[in-house]
């Protein structure tokens, strides 16, 4: 029914840049909000940043200035760019992905889905 896949992990050296991208495919429903989270070597995966249907965005303070979250409602598309990376962001980072549909009533229905995740490793 949905699919999300995140794309653009890989090596990055401190202070660099990188562009990480998510694209989710439904069949039914549309998309309400679309975020990152990430998830470092032996710690609990934290939320990163969110973007709304409106646009409206919103940031962890650990990226807050670093990081920018955009979407793109016409393609499903969701984008992270990170920059001025340092160590402690490497980590795995996870697209999230909240369905919106309607029951038989019209009542409002979310749906959560995940992709599988994209490494992004920050090292000199």
């Known amino acids: 029914q949905v699919q999300v896949v995140e794309s653009g992990g890989g090596l990055v050296q401190p202070g660099g840049s990188l562009r990480l991208s998510c694209a989710a495919s439904l069949s039914v429903g549309s998309i309400n909000a679309m975020d990152w989270y990430r998830q470092a070597p032996g710690k609990q995966r934290e939320w990163v940043a969110g973007v709304a249907r409106r646009g409206d965005t919103h940031y962890a303070d650990s990226v807050k200035g670093r990081f920018t979250i955009s979407r793109d409602n016409a393609k499903n598309t969701v984008h992270l760019q990170m920059n001025s990376v340092k160590s402690e962001d490497t980590a795995v980072y996870y697209c999230?992905?909240?369905?919106?549909?309607?029951?038989?009533?019209?009542?409002?229905?979310?749906?959560?889905?995940w992709g599988k995740g994209t490494l992004v490793t920050v090292s000199s």
């Open positions: 999230y992905v909240q369905i919106l549909t309607y029951g038989t009533n019209w009542e409002e229905k979310y749906m959560d889905y």
